[in-house]
T-cell receptor, first 114, second 108 residues
Framework: DTEVTQTPKHLVMGMTNKKSLKCEQH?????MYWYKQKAKKPPELMFV???????INESVPSRFSPECPNSSLLNLHLHALQPEDSALYLC?????????????FGQGTRLTVV | KNEVEQSPQNLTAQEGEFITINCSYS?????LHWLQQHPGGGIVSLFM???GKKKHGRLIATINIQEKHSSLHITASHPRDSAVYIC??????????FGPGTRLSVLP
């Protein structure tokens, strides 16, 4: 199994809603990532988890809250988002961090904030 | 800070043409990744290179560590190759640094 599975694929939420994005991998990878991608731009790193501990937070607003309940799961909790947060949110995993090993990406969650 | 550049930004080719996409980076790395992103959004890892050359089907990736340059070649291009191709530099204590992407359209 070389897949990174993200759910849901599409999400529309209001600015007062609370929702969560989910990411799952069963490759035994120890590094997991959240990226945000706006149209026609490359992905921007948001968070990195290494061995289930948050190792990098790229100055992401607190309305985005990551969680790594176990080595296979990564969540991104969303609360009080703004319309400009609408984007494709991508999860990725790799055996080791820091771009040293091949990364596997999910299909993304396309988020629209209304 | 590593900066990654790609050329061309946009490329239109006829089916069957040989295609080259270039990537250059400014700081030494331990791995260079080529990624493919289709309009649906998901990203597929095509190659991870630390030296030399790799081939997979009609795709060939090369890297010159001394010149900090990598190329992705597509032989006998096909409309299904239409996608955004992204190179990303990694390793040596930094996470992926993505290039801006090359948008490829292959016309039948």
């Amino acid at each position: 199994d070389t897949e990174v599975t993200q759910t849901p694929k599409h999400l529309v939420m209001g600015m007062t809603n609370k929702k969560s994005l989910k990411c799952e991998q069963h490759m035994g990878h120890r590094a997991m990532y959240w990226y945000k991608q706006k149209a026609k731009k490359p992905p921007e790193l948001m968070f990195v988890y290494s061995y289930e501990k948050l190792s990098i937070n790229e100055s992401v607003p607190s309305r985005f809250s990551p969680e790594c309940p176990n080595s296979s799961l990564l969540n991104l909790h969303l609360h009080a988002l703004q319309p400009e947060d609408s984007a494709l949110y991508l999860c990725a995993s790799s055996q080791e961090g820091q771009g040293e090993t091949e990364a596997f990406f999910g299909q993304g969650t396309r988020l629209t904030v209304v | 800070k590593n900066e990654v550049e790609q050329s061309p930004q946009n490329l239109t080719a006829q089916e069957g043409e040989f295609i080259t996409i270039n990537c250059s980076y400014s700081v030494g790395i331990s791995a260079l990744h080529w990624l493919q992103q289709h309009p649906g959004g998901g990203i597929v890892s095509l190659f991870m290179l630390s030296s030399g050359k790799k081939k997979h089907g009609r795709l060939i990736a090369t890297i010159n560590i001394q010149e900090k340059h990598s190329s992705l070649h597509i032989t006998a291009s096909h409309p299904r190759d239409s996608a955004v191709y992204i190179c990303a530099a990694g390793g040596n204590g930094q996470n992926f640094v993505f290039g801006p992407g090359t948008r490829l359209s292959v016309l039948p």
